[in-house]
């Protein structure tokens, strides 16, 4: 079992950046791939990245690539999510969410992912 909580969500002008965290409990953490979701009012949970078990590899989707990095420290069973050049666009809730390994899922799609946050809101003013 993996608890997870994010946190470092806030209100920010478009052109700013933040910095979410989201802190996993238990001693595997570097068992699961790490994947960052959002939602937007009236929208479906959107992919937004995720972070294999080692850090070693990314995979970022289209609308954020070369704004948002994903980057893990696994002896602090912490995962991050580097938001810069935010646009009004990017407010949402954002999720963190983990996948064990071994599962074999898809890394881009919500029902890929085992464990859940409970989500931090972003809001970008224009």
Same mark, same amino acid.
């Given at each position: 079992?993996?608890?997870?909580? @994010?946190?470092? $969500?806030?209100?920010?002008?478009? !052109? %700013?950046?933040?910095?979410?965290?989201?802190?996993?409990?238990? #001693?595997?953490?570097s068992?699961?791939?790490?994947?960052?979701?959002?939602?937007?009012?009236?929208?479906?949970r @959107?992919?937004? $990245?995720?972070?294999?078990?080692? !850090? %070693?590899?990314?995979?970022?989707?289209d609308?954020?690539?070369g #704004?948002?990095?994903?980057?893990?420290?696994?002896a602090?069973?912490?995962?991050?999510l580097?938001?810069?050049?935010?646009?009004?666009?990017?407010?949402?809730?954002?999720?963190?969410?983990?996948?064990?390994?071994?599962?074999?899922?898809? #890394?881009?799609?919500?029902k890929?992912?085992?464990?859940?946050?409970?989500?931090?809101?972003?809001?970008v003013?224009s």
């Open positions: 079992q993996v608890q997870l909580v @994010e946190s470092g $969500g806030g209100l920010v002008q478009a !052109g %700013g950046s933040l910095r979410l965290s989201c802190a996993a409990s238990g #001693r595997t953490f068992s699961y791939d790490m994947g960052w979701f959002r939602q937007a009012p009236g929208k479906e @959107e992919f937004v $990245g995720y972070i294999n078990w080692s !850090g %070693g590899r990314t995979y970022y989707a609308s954020v690539k #704004r948002f990095t994903i980057s893990r420290d696994n602090k069973n912490l995962v991050y580097q938001m810069n050049s935010l646009k009004p666009d990017d407010t949402a809730v954002y999720y963190c969410a983990a996948a064990r390994i071994q599962s074999g899922s898809s #890394r881009v799609e919500w890929g992912y085992d464990y859940w946050g409970q989500g931090t809101q972003v809001t003013s």
